[in-house]
């Protein structure tokens, strides 16, 4: 059975940090583009960061210099460290791995709230 796991949200003041973390299950995790995405309320979802299986990294313009992708191949894990948060950042952070070859999977969801 397939799974992807996230932790890590929460409530966070501006200016703070965050880690998420994502254990993946059920698939070849090596085979996999490992992705972050975010959806606000009212907003479609985005993708914020992504890393290949070699540990090469892309980000978007609004999380450039603050958000930093890693994974580990041999835990199966994807993990995104957040810091200089802003009330913007708010949303669901959605774990996502992709393939040319295999269904993309997503994990459920964890909320991460920027606010005084």
């Known amino acids: 059975q397939v799974q992807l796991v996230e932790s890590g949200g929460g409530l966070v003041q501006p200016g703070g940090s965050l880690r998420l973390s994502c254990a993946a299950s059920g698939i070849s995790f090596s085979r996999y583009i490992m992705n972050w995405y975010r959806q606000a309320p009212g907003n479609q979802r985005e993708l914020v960061a992504a890393?290949?299986?070699?540990?090469?990294?892309n980000y978007a313009d609004a999380v450039k210099g603050r958000f930093t992708i890693s994974r580990d191949n041999a835990k199966n894990t994807v993990s995104l460290q957040m810091n200089s948060l802003k009330p913007e950042d708010t949303a669901v952070y959605y774990c996502?791995?992709?393939?040319?070859?295999?269904?993309?999977?997503w994990g459920q969801g964890t909320l991460v709230t920027v606010s005084s």
């Open positions: 996502n791995a992709h393939s040319a070859l295999y269904l993309d999977r």
């Open positions: 890393i290949s299986s070699a540990g090469n990294t």
